[in-house]
């Protein structure tokens, strides 16, 4: 099953795109487009060529990935990536590109191995992350909060950052791995504890000056 949400541009498919392994193969091909957010989720291909929109995505994964990164190298806690990094997990059958992702030094060893497909450097990982993110636009509700649900956790990923901003107030959740499911954490004055940084964190948003919403993720 193919699943196009489209903008501005056509993608062509090679027939040879059967299966997890397969799509994996058109990734690192020439073929596979520039452009555009394509992933491959238990047997369907979502493809999503709707631009970001600025504020309530772009600058939003922007603020939280720096907030991330800034605590990571602090700790020296292992690795964060935002944005463009390939995730693909055979148990979960699912390739994606998370708006970002964190992996402590233990899963490094143990969980998720970077990859050099191309012979140029890393440019994909396989395994489970200990944390992932997405932030929900109007193209990505259905696979942000229902597939990409159900496939991290099966891939058993520790935390699924979830976020939305495209109403007033914002949701952010940190919905943590269960035997049963991804369950959400508790909030106390909008803060919410996560496990796999060991602190608590708070997400804000305010009018600048120019009228444009300005986030900040607090941490505690």
Request: proline share 4%.
């Amino acid at each position: 099953m193919v699943n196009v949400k489209l903008e501005w541009e056509h993608i062509i498919i090679p027939v040879y795109v059967k299966d997890l392994a397969s799509f994996r193969r058109w990734t690192n091909s020439d073929d596979f487009p520039e452009h555009g957010r394509i992933c491959y989720l238990a047997g369907a291909i979502d493809i999503d060529l709707c631009r970001e929109p600025i504020f309530t995505h772009v600058a939003l994964k922007g603020e939280i990935a720096a907030v991330l990164s800034r605590q990571t190298k602090g700790e020296e806690k292992g690795l964060l990536l935002g944005d463009g990094a390939r995730l693909s997990n055979i148990e979960a059958d699912i390739s994606v590109v998370p708006d970002a992702l964190f992996a402590s030094e233990a899963t490094l060893k143990d969980r998720l191995r970077l990859l050099d497909t191309g012979g140029q450097g890393y440019d994909e990982l396989e395994g489970s992350p200990d944390m992932v993110l997405e932030v929900v636009s109007y193209s990505s509700v259905r696979k942000d909060t229902q597939q990409l649900r159900r496939s991290y956790w099966e891939a058993g990923i520790r935390e699924y950052w979830l976020v939305d901003a495209r109403q007033e107030p914002l949701d952010f959740d940190i919905l943590r791995h269960t035997p049963k499911g991804y369950r959400t954490t508790p909030k106390k004055d909008g803060w919410i504890k996560s496990n796999v940084f060991g602190k608590s964190f708070r997400l804000t948003c305010q009018t600048s000056e120019y009228r444009d919403p300005e986030y900040t993720l607090e941490v505690r």
